[in-house]
Every structure is written in structure tokens, then in C-alpha cells.
């Protein structure tokens, strides 16, 4: 039976491809079917956690953001 990967690493997996995608092509050059591609789950596996492109990017956004705050907490 093969091994599942846990709903956390699969989103985590999406926005790390999305991160390059958006660097590579920029926001509006980038498609939900280059992230796919990019990650390697299908675009519905994608949709699963997402609704859409700017939902990824909203996300991305919070990831960066705790981050920072993290930072700037330690500084």
C-alpha cells in the first residue's frame, strides 16, 4: 500500500512551487496548471487545498509575514 503524505507537507509542497513559479514568471504569467507542474500534484490536488491562484499567493503572504514577526520578536 503506498505511503500517504500528511495535508501539511502537500500545502507546504504547493507553496514552495508556487515561490519559484511567481519568481520565475511573475504573478500574472503564472497558472494554477504551472504550479501544478511545478509541484508535481494534479491541478484538483491543488484545488483540493486551494481555491485558487490568489489564495496560494494569500498564504504565501501569511507564511512571509509570521515569519518576519518571527524575526523581528528575536531581534
Do not use: N
Request: charged letters at 25%; hydrophobic letters at 45%; glycine letters at 4%.
Amino acid at each position: 500500500m503506498p505511503e500517504q503524505v500528511p495535508a501539511v507537507s502537500v500545502r507546504e509542497q504547493i507553496l514552495d512551487a508556487a515561490v519559484f513559479c511567481f519568481l520565475e514568471r511573475g504573478y500574472d504569467r503564472t497558472s494554477v496548471d504551472d504550479i501544478a507542474a511545478r509541484s508535481g500534484f494534479s491541478t484538483a490536488e491543488i484545488h483540493h487545498h486551494f481555491a485558487d491562484k490568489s489564495e496560494i499567493h494569500s498564504a504565501l503572504f501569511e507564511v512571509w509575514s509570521e515569519l518576519f514577526s518571527g524575526w523581528m520578536a528575536s531581534a
